[in-house]
């Protein structure tokens, strides 16, 4: 085996094969010539790459290592590590982008030139896009020779993936892939999210010339800006840095947009200080107690008061402010606590009297990391010199969805077009696109129910009255009315200043009013009554059955049923999420839209869907509804013959407990279940479709009672808010 040979480890061998660790496990009890480790711990070994794809084709198992799972592999097991060689990925693909044809005169000569020849071409690039290597904090600096030489064959291998995937994609590819690698290691912002903020800074089709962010991150913010002509950032981590300026620069064209990206502490040690942006769009860190309250005493940052060491948050919403021009946008994301900590009121205060902060959007739990918190938009502009009417702020909750949505809330299954709709409808006739808040009073006034509610001093805007649904969402509203409303500044300076939407805004269940509880009462009394028509008549009890049993393995091997594993793909259709299989709802997910192309999974009618992780018996039948959607994570398809297996009888006898219990590994932290060792009865065909035919009315039967519990939930929390706001009267 040659030095420095890339290694991989169970779960990447399980990658390359298409089969899960188990599989990879059992390997290397039953095969003698499985290659040895050679890297790694005694619980967690490391394999050379070139022996295990050897021993796959030996075997059968592979016919040929696909591009994009070798180049990852050569990523994932750099010596010098995953980061770096990314960061050398990066670079190179610039050039291939930039200087095409030097590139292909640089890969015709060995590897060791070819290391000498192209640190001096990447040194060219990185000058000409970020300027001089002797600015002071940029971001990217020129790899030498020593080290491009262990990098080599996996710059070859990944210009190899861009000319048939593209440049910008084979890079979010790796990129992506080192992402999910390491979650705890980086703080992401979803796409979803980040065209949603870019969207709110550009409210109306403003162009965005010139875009700050302040901590970077991975690049996500400034990615979302559509056709800046400067981005500027700024990230603490060095190498964190360093890949979010390449991904930028394979975002942008240079002769378009600049781009200017700098490494260092922001607040404690600003790389922009004389810059004036049309736009600041920033994901802080959260609660940090570092953030140099000590030292930044006397910064000239603090127009709007100096922060308490606990509300670093409003340190980042005063540096977002001084960095804009006057009538410029921010908007960061910011912790719920934020708007309602004591330490912090009198910075809000002084925010609202000044008509900087101009909306507080509440964003449903899910929406970004901690994913179990519903975070907060803050929308501020920078005010100009002149006479100010009196300010007001627009409050949006978007944490309550409907019915119709709720199945589908949760990090990766948020409805982020409807999520969108509803924050842009009430945002942009509150903002200064339609007049400021002349532009909110006459959005009020056009409501569906004709009154403005000026009287209480409250307005709201056009897209809470009507619903909140727009053209772009089909005129459909997946949020209950009552989501925004438009605040006198004046009702908000109180002793606490707290901003939070839900303490603003009416209850959800209260808006809606009584008819809305008399239909969900009624659709209950009809799922009640399904119910109880699907009641499983009384059980006869008798012994145990004794029959012959076969494994979903065996049935596979014998071309009786086809195992696929989702979690891959491209594209644009709807997914199959976990989520949706256990609670039995319609696809929620999307594929992403970029990355090297490789076909989904489709789910067809017929087919069996189980997930692979939480140990429970559930097992989900694909109906012609949910036909065509793209199998997602998590998820194992089983696609039975229908000349020899029943689907239904097929499901019914997965979701077995005992038959789970002895199909699942309890190795890790999360139990994970083993398709092929699940157990079914040979019978004959007539058989287990009635036995399929007993299992098809249980699932319907589960189906009404969990619709059921859903409206039950409703009606009752209804009531409950009814009564106490005197909406409904006791009888």
């Not at 994009?68 to 060689?85: M, S």
């Not at 049309?278 to 309250?293: K, Q, Y």
């Not at 002149?386 to 948020?414: F, I, M, N």
Request: aromatic share 4%; charged share 20%.
């Amino acid at each position: 085996m040659p030095e420095n040979a890339t290694e991989v480890t169970a779960a990447g061998i399980a990658r390359l094969a298409g089969v899960g660790r188990a599989a990879v496990s059992n390997w290397r009890r039953r095969h003698a010539d499985f290659p040895k480790p050679v890297g790694g711990t005694e619980t967690s070994p490391s394999f050379a790459l070139p022996e295990v794809e050897q021993w796959l084709r030996d075997q059968g198992k592979l016919a040929e290592v696909p591009l994009r799972e070798r180049v990852w592999q050569q990523l994932a097991g750099h010596p010098a590590g995953a980061v770096p060689a990314l960061f050398h990925v990066g670079c190179a693909l610039l050039l291939v982008r930039e200087r095409p044809s030097a590139w292909r005169e640089i890969t015709g000569v060995s590897d060791e030139r070819m290391a000498g020849v192209l640190s001096l071409a990447l040194n060219e690039v990185l000058t000409a896009r970020f300027g001089p290597a002797a600015e002071a904090g940029r971001a990217v600096h020129s790899p030498d020779r020593s080290e491009l030489l262990p990098s080599v064959p996996l710059l070859r291998g990944a210009a190899e993936l861009a000319a048939a995937a593209g440049v910008r994609e084979t890079f979010e590819f790796l990129l992506g892939r080192q992402l999910d690698a390491n979650p705890r290691q980086y703080t992401l912002t979803p796409p979803g999210l980040a065209e949603l903020m870019a969207a709110l800074a550009g409210a109306g089709g403003r162009p965005l010339s010139t875009v700050l962010d302040p901590a970077a991150g991975t690049g996500a913010l400034l990615g979302a800006v559509s056709r800046p002509g400067a981005l500027y950032a700024q990230e603490n981590d060095p190498d964190l840095a360093a890949l979010t300026a390449l991904r930028l620069a394979l975002h942008t064209d240079s002769t378009e947009c600049t781009l200017t990206v700098r490494t260092g502490d922001t607040l404690r040690a600003d790389a922009f200080p004389g810059l004036t942006v049309d736009a600041v769009l920033c994901h802080p860190p959260f609660n940090e107690r570092n953030w140099g309250h000590d030292e930044l005493a006397y910064d000239p940052r603090w127009e709007y008061g100096f922060p308490a060491r606990t509300e670093s948050e409003l340190a980042w919403v005063q540096h977002a402010l001084a960095r804009l021009r006057e009538g410029g946008t921010a908007v960061l994301l910011m912790p719920p606590a934020a708007a309602s900590r004591r330490s912090g009121r009198r910075i809000r205060a002084d925010l609202l009297r000044r008509g900087a902060l101009r909306a507080v959007i509440a964003l449903p739990a899910g929406a970004a990391p901690p994913y179990g918190i519903p975070l907060h938009l803050w929308v501020l502009r920078k005010p100009d010199a002149g006479p100010h009417p009196s300010p007001e702020l627009l409050l949006v909750d978007t944490t309550e969805p409907t019915e119709q949505a709720s199945s589908q809330s949760g990090r990766d299954r948020l409805d982020w077009p409807a999520l969108h709709a509803a924050v842009l409808d009430a945002w942009q006739p509150f903002s200064g696109e339609t007049g400021g808040a002349d532009g909110a009073r006459e959005a009020g006034e056009t409501g569906e129910t004709g009154e403005t509610g000026e009287a209480d001093g409250v307005r709201e805007t056009g897209a809470t009255r009507a619903g909140g649904g727009s053209l772009a969402n089909g005129g459909i509203n997946r949020f209950r009315p009552g989501t925004s409303r438009v605040v006198p500044v004046i009702e908000l300076l109180d002793d606490d200043v707290d901003l939070a939407p839900a303490r603003h805004l009416p209850a959800a269940a209260a808006a809606d009013g009584p008819a809305e509880l008399i239909d969900v009462r009624e659709r209950l009394t009809k799922s009640l009554g399904l119910a109880d028509s699907l009641t499983p008549p009384p059980v006869e009890v008798s012994a145990p059955a004794r029959w012959p049993l076969t494994t979903v393995g065996e049935l596979a091997r014998a071309g009786a049923l086809q195992l696929r594993t989702g979690g891959s793909g491209t594209g644009t259709g709807p997914v199959l999420t976990e989520h949706d299989v256990l609670g039995s709802s319609a696809p929620s997910g999307n594929l992403p839209a970029d990355g090297p192309h490789e076909e989904p999974v489709l789910v067809e009618p017929g087919d069996v869907v189980v997930p692979v992780l939480g140990g429970g018996s559930v097992a989900r039948v694909i109906d012609d509804a949910t036909a065509g959607a793209a199998l997602g994570r998590n998820l194992q398809l089983l696609r039975p013959d229908p000349a020899a297996l029943d689907p239904w009888f097929l499901a019914g006898f997965l979701r077995g407990t005992a038959n789970n219990r002895q199909a699942s590994s309890y190795a890790s932290t999360a139990t994970r279940l083993d398709a092929r060792r699940l157990q079914l009865p040979r019978l004959p065909l007539a058989e287990q479709q009635r036995y399929g035919e007993r299992f098809r009315t249980l699932a319907a039967f589960e189906d009404a009672l969990r619709l059921a519990g859903r409206l039950g939930g409703r009606l009752v929390q209804g009531m409950y808010d009814g009564l106490t706001d005197g909406t409904v009267t006791p009888k």
